[in-house]
């Protein structure tokens, strides 16, 4: 019984199969048989495009080429003139049912990033002296290049020409980098050395101190940044604005003022330290003073005057020069 069952699944798998066969073959033989029909919308790979690229159908000859593809990534159309014409001289049994009969045919393509083109142009001129991260502007945008969907995505500089005082440049450049160049193209523009500088990450007005944490880094055009402008994030750790400072934008030295952390008639903590004692007492501010700066406070016991440096918004140290409380009696 098993041996009935495995030879009549075998005779029906083998029906199936030449039932698909016979099917395929079908198709094959209508497609052939059937009347020209023109495409209208065509994607090649290779240089020349042939009849069978442009049509379906009974086409005599299909691989025969008829015209060159256009550039990769570029299209045009063929219009019914130039068909109609085409299928006069090659005798094809197919003519333009009307004037607005085409086909718009396209050459595929692997297209390059402009990074890649930026990179090449970059790297020239580092070859050349330009030293340091590399800004380009490029004249009229960064072109837009296309190869053979299997040749490599490289970019070569084959001239290069750079004026180190105004920065402008002409580079002539071939894709692929290797082998026969398939487009060529030269792209002018200026080229620049770039900085990188702090900037405040929020909008900061008077009396605001800066942290660590409202910094951020942005890229700057070398040219743009002046001998005045803030390169060092340092610079700015426990300052306070002038003026109010938008985000974003770069910060001059001026625009900087060391934040105050005790007022002019503040009562602060008079803190003297020695190897033998530690004192303290109250005592008022007689003027502004950041973090770090001397400034002279008020004894309000023996109402005298007093030299220290400002170690917190509440507490003033006595320096070792100062008269050692000598009036506290």
């Known amino acids: 019984m098993s041996k009935l069952r495995t030879a009549a699944l075998a005779l029906l798998l083998g029906f199936a199969l030449f039932g698909a066969r016979a099917e395929a073959a079908r198709a094959e033989a209508d497609s052939a048989a059937s009347p020209m029909q023109l495409k209208q919308d065509v994607t090649v790979d290779a240089r020349l495009v042939t009849l069978g690229d442009l049509f379906r159908g009974s086409v005599p000859g299909p691989e025969r080429p008829v015209l060159e593809a256009p550039a990769p990534g570029q ?39 402009p990074g890649v083109l930026r990179m090449a142009i970059a790297d020239a001129l580092a070859d050349r002296g330009l030293a340091g991260e590399i800004g380009l502007d490029i004249d009229g945008g960064m072109p837009a290049l296309a190869i053979s969907p299997d040749g490599e995505p490289t970019v070569a500089v084959r001239r290069l020409a750079f004026d180190p005082q105004s920065g402008r440049f002409s580079a002539a450049l ?49 040219d743009r940044v002046g001998a005045t402008v803030v390169v060092d994030a340092g610079e700015l750790l426990g300052k306070t604005p002038r003026r109010p400072i938008r985000p974003g934008v770069p910060i001059r030295l001026t625009d900087l003022a060391v934040a105050i952390a005790i007022t002019k008639g503040t009562l602060v ?42 170690v917190s918004p509440s507490e003033v140290a006595i320096l070792p020069s100062t008269p050692r409380f000598g009036a506290v009696q």
């Open 174 to 222: 071939a894709a692929p980098a290797a082998g026969t160049p398939e487009v060529a193209v030269t792209v002018t523009g200026r080229a620049y050395g770039l900085v990188d500088v702090p900037v405040l990450n929020r909008r900061l007005a008077p009396g605001d101190t800066v942290a660590e944490a409202d910094i951020e880094w942005t890229t700057l055009p070398a």
């Open 75 to 113: 299209s045009y159309q063929l219009d019914a003139n130039w068909l109609g014409q085409l299928a006069r001289n090659w005798e094809l049994p197919w003519r333009p049912a009307s004037q607005f009969d085409s086909v718009r045919l396209t050459r595929a393509s692997l297209r390059i990033e």
């Open 269 to 310: 903590t008079i803190a003297l330290q020695s190897p033998t004692m530690q004192l303290t007492i109250q005592g008022k501010a007689m003027q502004n003073g950041a973090v770090g700066e001397t400034i002279r406070v008020l004894n309000t016991t023996s109402n005298r005057t007093l030299e220290g440096v400002v």
